[in-house]
Structure formats: C-alpha cells, structure tokens
C-alpha cells in the first residue's frame, strides 16, 4: 500500500492528475521548491520537503532532498527487520513512491547559454532519489516517464497496488535513463572523441516493422542530444518509413549535400545509381534517371533544391519509393501526393556527423566521418585536364565518396553516366561504368590504380581525364600508360574507401 510519496517534477505534464489521484487515495505527499508550490496553488495537500528534513534547501537548491530523511525512507527494504528498526530509531518513514523527471540536460546542452549554465541543468539530487528507489523497487514505486502515469493509477485502482512486474519495469528504465543522461553529461564534459568508455544517448523514435528482411525486427532512434539530418526530417506524404528506407535516405540525402549547385541523386540499394546537376529541379533528375533508367525503379530521389512541378510531374511516371528534398512548390507537392504510398520528405538540416558507427559481433567500430574530398589535385601526366575536366573530376569525386569499394564513376558535363561499385576487384566496377558511360570523358576512382589495366580499359571507351588518390607504389606504370593514350590523370591524396 502507498501511503507516502515524494514528487519532484520539472516537467510538470500530467502531475497535476497524479497528484489528485493520490490525494483521494489518502497519500501523503511531499515536495520541492517549483512543484510544491505548483500544486498547493492547485489545491492539493502537500508536505514541503524541508519539514520532513528539518533542513532548508540551500546552495540554490542543489542541496534539498539529499538527506537521511528522504534517502533512508526510499531505501530501507520493509522486510529486513533491521532496516525497519533503524529508520524507526531515527523517526524516518518510509517513503513508497519517487515522482521525478530529471533538469532537461539533453535539450539545455545544445542551446546558447554559457558552459556553466549548462553545468547548472546537471541534475543531481533527481538522480540520486530515482536510483535509490529503483534498486529498493520491491518496495518502492518510480516514475520518471509521464507516459507510465496512467498505467500506475489503473493499477493502484484496481487492487491498491503496483505490480511487482510494473515496479521492476520502471526500476529498469531508472538506468536507462540515467545511462543516457551520464552519457550526454560525460561527453559534454570530456570533448573526447575516443573517451575510455563509449556512451552516446539515443533516444527511441519508432518501433519500425521490420528490419532489413520481415524475419528481423527494428527500431528507430535519434540522438538525445544535437541535430542530424535523419533526427530532423519531416514526412509530408506516404507510409511509414522501413530500416532500408532510412538507411537509403541517409546516404542519398549525403550525397546531394556535398553540392552547393542544384544537384539530383537516384539511388537503390544504399549507393548511388544516377547523380547529376542541372538548372532547375527537372533537369537534374532527368539526368539522374537516364544515368541508369532501369535501378532507378523502386529507388529513391533526393534533392537539394525546391522540387518544382515539373519535376514532380516526371517524377510519378515511375515508382519510386521515397522523394527527399529541402522543400516542394506546393503544385509539386500536390502531384507527388497524388501517391499516397510514396514517401515525400522534407530535409530541414544537413548533415553533421562528425563520426560514424560499425557494429561487429560483441564490439563497435568509430571513426571520424569521411568529411574531406581532395587534398591536392596534382597533374601528374604530360597532358593537364581542361577546366570543365576540372568540374567534372570534381563531381566525380563527390560522388564516388558514397559508392561501395571497389568505386568507379564515369562523369560527362556534370552528370553520372555510369557508376560501378561494390566488387571485390578494380576491373569489373570499371568496365561496368564504362559500358554504360555513354560517352562520359572524365573518369573517378575512390582509390589508387595497382596497375595500369584500367588506363589501358579507359583508353577503349575514350575516357579523356583520370582522378583518383594515387599512392600505389606502381603509381608510374598508370601514368605512363595515360601518356601513351594522351589521357589526363591527377591525383589528389585522398582516398574513399566505403566498405
């Protein structure tokens, strides 16, 4: 039976009900500094904390419920005859029920105040009540998710109590909390990009219905903490999102991002099948599809400009599953709505990872985000490439960036024309880029050539300028064969492996 509760809330939603309830239940309750008074102005009956300690609340409120009077009445388990011996000889009661939610520490981290403003939403007597009560749960309710409020009150009505399978429900997401909430705190503090133990804060966005295949289940989540492009999408249009949808998003969303000209990415299976820039929202995706008109089926399309009617109107000839775009005429978004399957997403960020996650069987890989592109674009061959080569080098090595290893991406006045990727050696990617390049010039690799058989291939399919890293020690054997075919090849540096 609950007779006494502490109830200390910043967020104040769906207090106000609890407190009611157990009022009429005959529960006492206490409570702090802005809840207190917040619901004795209501009208509920109600200790302030102070009086069960016999102490102030002092250093600005950091001090207030950390205190043998409140801990011992959370703590003492009520079947151990000591501990009930021990509280009763220093005159605590027990407490039944801890009410808290924490100081919004997530949201706080990110907004514009100073760093010891920050410091001060570091919650610290919320914590410490809630752990207590979860590890003493047998005896003790706790609430620190509004969403539990209604479950707890039906179940207090229907018998007096709360099931012990509920309590250790609860106690359970205590620690779940708490392990995102020191996870947020640690890293602000620390600043570390590989710090000793690895503790990111998601938050659940979704159950999704399934993952990869149907037999695997799913879940989405968002960082707790920061914006993100996949945290701050809007759906406008469609059904629900899948695992592969968002996977898919992420990556074409990416590539369309590292252009500051109109540029339209296609893309199935999670790598590109179409990249192009054009003058109007049309154009570019025309170019997109045409770079490979059959993969394009049952992919998705991103932007990174206005989607306009014209555009939209090309674009629902064809099943697609997801269109993504910072915005959309609303004659655009009428039309693409006209598929109430078809998923339409609004981008309002871009991206801002700053490192990327692995997950292998019983540990993590991290790295940085592969956020550079070239660090020299030096001409290493007898012929130097002609400024639009230049432009189109460029293109190329933006979009190989997101192509799976082995990479290759043939590029002819800003478009794709053909892209080959995810083999196990250099040669297939490259005659399939090739074959399909319908009269591409410029050609784009995310590594170094070993040899100089794809010089030798290019030559066949009149490729006029080669980019890639550079780095093989046989660096030579690809320049010389690019002087023998008068072919242009600069290197740059970087490489762009996506495994």
């Not at 802005?34 to 904390?49: A, D, H, R, S």
């Not at 540990?363 to 007898?382: F, G, H, N, P, R």
Request: charged letters at 30%; proline letters at 3%.
């Amino acid at each position: 039976m609950i007779k006494r509760a502490i109830i200390s809330v910043f967020n104040k939603d769906g207090v106000l009900e609890l407190a009611q309830f157990l009022n009429e239940k005959g529960v006492e309750i206490i409570s702090t500094g802005g809840t207190f008074k917040y619901l004795k102005k209501n009208g509920i009956p109600v200790v302030e904390v102070s009086e069960v300690t016999g102490f102030d609340e002092m250093l600005d409120g950091r001090v207030k419920t950390l205190h043998p009077f409140i801990h011992g009445g959370i703590l003492a388990v009520r079947s151990n005859e000591e501990h009930i011996k021990a509280i009763n000889n220093k005159g605590i009661k027990p407490i039944d029920m801890v009410v808290v939610n924490l100081y919004p520490f997530f949201d706080k981290v990110d907004s514009d105040i100073t760093f010891q403003e920050k410091v001060e939403f570091i919650d610290i007597g919320g914590p410490t009540m809630i752990r207590a009560a979860a590890k003493n749960f047998q005896d003790v309710t706790v609430l620190t998710d509004v969403n539990d409020y209604k479950e707890v009150m039906e179940q207090i009505e229907k018998s007096g109590e709360v099931e012990y399978a509920t309590k250790r429900k609860l106690a359970g997401k205590v620690f779940n909390l708490m392990s995102a909430y020191d996870g947020a705190i640690s890293r602000f503090l620390l600043e570390d990009e590989y710090p000793e133990y690895l503790t990111i804060p998601y938050k659940k966005k979704m159950d999704l219905r399934y993952g990869e295949n149907p037999h695997q289940s799913a879940a989405f989540y968002e960082a707790a903490t920061g914006s993100g492009a996949m945290k701050d999408f809007q759906q406008l249009n469609g059904k629900e999102l899948s695992y592969n949808n968002i996977k898919d998003m992420d990556i074409a969303w990416k590539v369309v991002s590292e252009f500051d000209e109109l540029v339209c990415c296609a893309l199935k299976h999670n790598t590109p099948c179409g990249v192009a820039m054009g003058e109007t929202s049309y154009e570019a995706y025309k170019k997109a599809y045409d770079c490979d008109p059959t993969s394009i089926f049952g992919g998705i399309v991103a932007l990174n400009q206005t989607v306009d009617k014209e555009a939209a109107e090309e674009m629902v000839k064809i099943f697609l599953e997801i269109v993504i775009a910072p915005d959309f005429t609303s004659d655009a978004l009428e039309i693409l709505k006209g598929k109430k399957n078809l998923r339409v997403i609004k981008a309002v960020k871009k991206p801002s990872d700053n490192f990327e996650l692995a997950k292998v069987d019983g540990a993590i890989l991290v790295q940085s985000s592969d956020d550079k592109l070239i660090e020299d674009m030096k001409v290493v061959t007898e012929k130097a490439p002609t400024e639009e080569e230049k432009r189109d080098m460029i293109f190329g090595m933006k979009v190989v960036k997101y192509v799976k290893s082995n990479a290759i991406v043939v590029v002819q006045n800003g478009a794709a024309k053909g892209i080959g990727g995810g083999q196990v050696n250099r040669i297939w990617p490259a005659k399939d880029a090739m074959e399909r390049g319908n009269g591409a010039t410029v050609l784009a690799s995310d590594a170094f050539f070993p040899f100089g058989d794809i010089v030798e291939e290019a030559s066949k399919y009149g490729i006029k300028a080669i980019i890639q890293p550079g780095g093989s020690i046989r660096d030579q054997e690809s320049i010389d064969e690019c002087n023998k075919y008068g072919i242009s090849m600069v290197m740059t540096g970087i490489r762009h492996f996506k495994h």
